[in-house]
């Protein structure tokens, strides 16, 4: 079982920036994939970026390319979404999810095994 905590959301102006972390408990943290994805009110959860367990291979949505970065430190059980460039069209409860080797799609809710509690963003214009 792995438990995720989602931290770093906040209050910001569009243009800036925010870094998310998810902390992981367990011990087999580098065995999973990591993911991101976010909710807007009144909105689907959505896929915003995955990346592999070993941290080499990254996807991001389209409408999050280029000014979003996943990453991961699995010495410290810790993925990271570092967000720049913010719009307020970003605002929503971000949520981190792990995943075991599998076959599902990454960008796809159901092919993620433990999710956090979420964590609330806000860009405002």
């Known amino acids: 079982q792995v438990q995720l905590v989602e931290s770093g959301g906040g209050l910001v102006q569009a243009g800036g920036s925010l870094r998310l972390s998810c902390a992981a408990s367990?011990?087999?943290?580098?065995?999973?994939?990591m993911g991101w994805f976010r909710q807007a009110p009144g909105k689907e959860r959505e896929f915003v970026a995955a990346v592999s367990s070993s941290g080499s291979n990254t996807n991001y949505a389209d409408s999050v390319k280029g000014r979003v970065t996943i990453s991961r430190d699995n010495a410290k059980n810790t993925v990271y979404l570092q967000m720049n460039s913010l719009k307020p069209e970003d605002t929503a409860v971000y949520y981190c999810?792990?995943?075991?080797?599998?076959?599902?799609?990454?960008?796809?809710?159901?092919?993620?095994?433990?999710w956090g509690q979420g964590t609330q963003v806000t860009v405002s214009s």
């Open positions: 999810a792990g995943r075991r080797a599998s076959l599902r799609p990454y960008y796809r809710e159901e092919g993620y095994d433990y």
């Open positions: 367990g011990r087999t943290f580098s065995t999973y994939a």
